[in-house]
């Protein structure tokens, strides 16, 4: 059983936008700082060009073109879990010793969520849940890395449930998510994502006018 852990996030997405973009570069680095390995799979060599410096740049980061199947033969799928919100067990620190790779869908959270983590459930993978709130992809990667490296029990992760983000001195945001609550009592997100979440809701309000 390997010490350090891989992370895998199975991109499932056929464009790479801005959102994934830096919940991307977020789990290289928190991950190469916990001494693991961040994989983005299934990525299409066009978006493996285009993908940012600062994630390629990343020791921690590798981008794959081949899918998990193809990386994970049958044999050695049972050392893999999926992060899955429908699974029916949740994930405890005992688990560092059942699987070596933790594997997540590259999704966007969505709003009732669609399920879309069903297209990696169906290859045959064990999942796990992490609780029965949607977290951002990001943010499951650090629930998990805590769970696993740090041995937190899910009851010991401190939380933020569904937070109101001011976007300008009228309006705020709320965030369907759950999010790790940090020593500053806010949410912990990639950083710019709070200024990409205040732009595309100006956007939109813009939009709207
Ligand atoms: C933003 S979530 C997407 C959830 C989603 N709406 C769906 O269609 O499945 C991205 C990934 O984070 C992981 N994830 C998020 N919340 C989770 C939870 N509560 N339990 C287990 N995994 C979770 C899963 O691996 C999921 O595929």
Redesign the pocket.
Known sequence: MPIRKTYI?EH?DPELGPWSELEYIAIARETGRAGGTFVLSSMPPSLVEKLPSKLTSEPAFRAETKGVEELYPEEERKRVC??????EK??SPDDKANFDVF????????????????E?RVKGFE???????????D???RV?RMVIDEQFTLNMVPYIDHPDLKINEHESTEMP??YVKGDDGNPVMPEGMLDLIKKDADKSIDDLI
């Open positions: 996030v499932l999926l992060l899955d919100p429908r699974a949740d994930i594997l997540f869908g590259g999704i966007l959270g969505d709003d009732p969520p669609r399920d879309r983590t069903g990696l999942g796990r849940r992490l609780g029965p709130v949607q977290m951002t992809t943010t499951a990667v998990t998510f759950r």
